[in-house]
Structure formats: structure tokens, C-alpha cells
């Protein structure tokens, strides 16, 4: 059964920048597409972005194209979100999950079957 493992959030202030890593064990991740999700403190989950499993494709929530990038090390079995110019708005919970129809690239939660445990960030000056 795959397992995922997020790290590298933290506090960082307005303008900065975080590395989040998803590391997947138990399954290779060649055979699924790779999303990020975030929840906030009284919002519901959104989805961040998400890449396909052969890497061609990727999605991004609006508010976040430009500052946001995503990418997958399939040989190293890991998912990073590169995130850049961080803002207030983007505080929460972010977690990375795994859709099993690896030629999907959707940013719906529903079609994530598998979930880390999430690592929180921080923009605060």
C-alpha cells in the first residue's frame, strides 16, 4: 500500500520561499498522478496542484500559477512543491495525495485515494 510523507513547511514570512517534499513509499510512483492540497483554519481542502504520472501534465489553483511549481523525481520516488513569493492567503495544512489514474491531472480531492499527514506552513511577518 502506498504511504506518503510530506515535509519542509515551516513559518517563513510574506516574500519567501518553502520547499515541500512528499516522499512515497510501499508503491512505486510511476503508476500515479501526484496532487497537493491545502486546508486552512476554517476552510475547506483546495487543491493546489497536481502533476500527471508521466510528468507532461500539471494544474495549478489560480492564485497560485507563477509562484507555484511542481515537480516529481520518479527514480527517488518523490514530489516537491516549490513554492515562491509565499503570501498570508497561502497558510494551512498541505498535504499530497495519490490518484490512481495516472493519465488524470485533476485538482478535485475526490479522485485522491491516498494521503499524507500533512505539514503545515506559515506566512507571517
Known amino acids: 500500500q502506498l504511504q506518503l510523507v510530506e515535509t519542509g513547511g515551516g513559518l517563513v514570512q510574506p516574500g519567501g520561499s518553502l520547499r515541500l517534499s512528499c516522499a512515497a513509499s510501499?508503491?512505486?510512483?510511476?503508476?500515479?498522478?501526484i496532487g497537493w492540497f491545502r486546508q486552512a483554519p476554517g476552510k475547506e481542502r483546495e487543491g493546489v496542484s497536481c502533476?500527471?504520472?508521466?510528468?507532461?501534465?500539471?494544474n495549478y489553483l489560480e492564485s497560485v500559477k507563477g509562484r507555484f511549481t511542481i515537480a516529481r523525481s520518479n527514480p527517488e520516488n518523490m514530489v516537491y512543491l516549490l513554492m515562491d513569493n509565499l503570501k498570508p492567503e497561502d497558510t494551512g495544512v498541505y498535504y499530497c495525495?495519490?490518484?490512481?489514474?495516472?493519465?488524470?491531472?485533476?485538482?478535485?480531492?475526490?479522485?485522491?485515494?491516498?494521503w499524507g499527514q500533512g505539514t503545515q506552513v506559515t506566512v507571517s511577518s
Open positions: 502533476m500527471n504520472a508521466s510528468g507532461e501534465k500539471t
Open positions: 495525495a495519490a490518484d490512481t489514474m495516472r493519465w488524470r491531472y485533476s485538482l478535485d480531492s475526490a479522485h485522491y485515494n491516498d
Open positions: 510501499g508503491s512505486t510512483l510511476n503508476y500515479y498522478t
